[in-house]
């Protein structure tokens, strides 16, 4: 087996998160994400 010591495949909380300051999605409705139950898809 390999060892990929210091492999980390989810990002630890210390690390910066520029693409999701970038994001699209910050500047779109959450609607478009989450619509009310029964609502239109």
């Known amino acids: ?5 210091g492999l980390s495949l989810v990002p630890s909380d210390s ?7 970038k994001a ?3 500047q779109t ?9 029964g609502g239109s898809t």
């Open 29 to 37: 409705d959450p609607e478009a994400f989450f619509p009310e139950k």
């Open 1 to 5: 087996m390999s060892d990929f010591t």
């Open 24 to 26: 699209l999605c910050a």
């Open 15 to 21: 690390e910066p998160a520029g693409w999701q300051e």
